[in-house]
């Protein structure tokens, strides 16, 4: 996504996508001017650290990383006075599919990230911050690691940044590629070189999280809004978006739509004039059959249920769903839902780490289910067996991925039972076994790897 451009202004007013990507835009001059670092000098200067998280706090920033948890009350529980050392790192482990709006940022913005964390360490008296990126990431990698590089030579890190008694030292952190990582307890088992698997809470990780010591953990995206909020402060932050809901959103579009890529949007903006204006609509002129809000953990929404709705985080709740990561997948009319839930729980069932007997069991019990069905030796018992399983998985498991695999695949059964009915006694698809419709791509020439903007 590094040689995209910013998306159409129709979905409002713009905190990322501001400015014209190019092959150097992503660099600390580029940054520095436009006004990247003010607020961070600013803040070192002339604010305590207990003023950037009043400012964070009132401003509502909501984490953007799938929980919506508000940011400046996580930074609120670290004690600024228990003589322990304190630790933020930056949630980089993009791995829900359908999401890839962190990976932009990364790649076109990097240091808005950055600066992000450094305000964040300075909030909570930290002196050591972590980036954990996704290892199959390699030009966000780099663009990251870059920017720390950059930073550190130009006296934004290290010892007395910008001549201020305050220090901060930075390690970029690459997984390997574990999609349960990105869970917050897990990164951190990681990050200690233990097997990334999660762990029971509480103890809260602001209370023993890395090395057993009060650490934060925030989204690239949820850094990326702290210095917009110091710069412009929380009252005119607080003009975009919705009172409960205030700012913007990153949203990474893909599926069968016309324009997909990576969109900012503004708190409270028109689901479909999204889908049908700013994004193009469905390829083919198709109808749009369902959206996959927030990345596959989220619930389906149809057509019916997204009319009228506004892009915020109380309007998808109320219609049913969540925005969860802002990865959203539209699915055209003529696709067959069967497959679509067979490929969802095929992931869920590779990524489980198995350390919770619900989740290992079950999520394989579900894929062999399902592609049960779809070889057409379905039993009629089997759409019971699915709600079964994953009722048994609901709130069983330490983290959330059996709960967000069953949450997928019972969404689609509420909305398409028809589909498995059918494959089930018919041993067909009433689709045609469809996944994918024309691809408008199909015989161009790839774009050689040296011709993106900026790769290198």
């Known amino acids: 996504m590094s040689d995209a451009t910013p998306s159409p202004t129709l979905s409002g007013r713009k905190f990322f996508m501001n400015f014209p990507v190019t092959a150097q835009s992503h660099e600390l001059a580029a940054y520095r001017a436009r006004g990247g670092y003010q607020a961070l000098e600013q803040v070192l200067r002339e604010r305590q650290p207990a003023d950037v998280i009043k400012e964070v706090s009132a401003a509502g920033l909501l984490g953007h990383g799938g929980a919506a948890f508000p940011a400046g009350r996580k ?9 322990e050392p304190h630790y933020v790192c930056m949630n980089a482990d993009e791995g829900e599919p359908g999401t890839f ?9 990097p240091h808005m990230s950055l600066e992000g964390l450094i305000l964040a360490s300075y909030a909570i008296g930290g002196r050591h911050a972590f980036i954990y990126i996704r290892g199959e990431f390699d030009l966000a990698w780099r663009r990251i690691q870059g920017a720390v590089e950059e930073a550190y030579a130009a006296g934004l890190l290290g010892k007395n940044i910008l001549g201020t008694s305050y220090s901060l030292d930075v390690v970029v952190y690459r997984g390997a590629g ?39 953990v925030n989204n690239v995206e949820t850094l ?16 975009t978006g919705t009172p409960k809901s ?15 890529g990576v969109y900012e949007v503004e708190y409270g903006y028109s689901w479909e004039r999204f889908l049908f204006e700013d994004c193009g609509g469905m390829l083919g002129g198709r109808e749009l059959k369902c959206v996959i809000p927030g990345g596959v953990s989220t619930k389906i929404l149809d057509r019916d249920e997204i009319r009228g709705v506004t892009l915020d985080h109380n309007s998808a709740v109320a219609a049913g769903s969540q925005l969860g990561s802002g990865g959203m997948i539209a699915v055209a009319e003529g696709t067959c839902m069967v497959r679509l839930a067979r490929v969802i729980q095929r992931f869920y069932h590779h990524e489980s780490c198995g350390q919770c007997t619900p989740c290992r069991e079950g999520m394989g019990w579900m894929e062999r289910v399902l592609d049960r069905i779809v070889r057409g030796e379905g039993r009629p018992e089997d759409i019971d067996r699915l709600y ?9 498991t330490i983290c959330s991925l059996g709960d967000s695999a069953g949450y997928a695949c019972t969404a689609i059964l509420d909305h398409y039972r028809e589909e498995f009915e059918y494959y089930i006694k018919n041993g067909r698809s009433m689709m045609g076994g469809v996944l994918a419709i024309d691809d408008p791509f199909a015989g161009a020439v790839p774009t050689p790897l040296h011709a993106v903007a900026g790769a290198r």
Not at 101 to 109: A, G, I, Q, T, Y
Not at 226 to 239: D, N, S, Y
Not at 388 to 396: K, L
């Open 224 to 239: 990326a809004n702290v210095p917009v909020i110091m710069r412009l402060g929380a009252e005119e932050f607080r003009r």
């Open 178 to 216: 574990s999609y349960v990582c990105g869970e917050a307890s897990a990164m951190l088992a990681s990050l200690e070189g233990k097997k990334g698997w999660p762990r029971n809470r509480p103890p809260r990780l602001t209370v023993k999280g890395l090395y057993q010591k009060p650490t934060v």
């Open 388 to 396: 079964h399983i994953s009722n048994a998985n609901d709130g069983t």
């Open 75 to 83: 930074w609120g529980v670290i004690r600024p006075d228990d003589g």
């Open 101 to 109: 709006k962190d990976r932009w940022l990364l790649e076109c913005v």
């Open 246 to 260: 205030p700012g913007t959103q990153m949203i990474s579009i893909s599926g069968h739509i016309v324009r997909p």
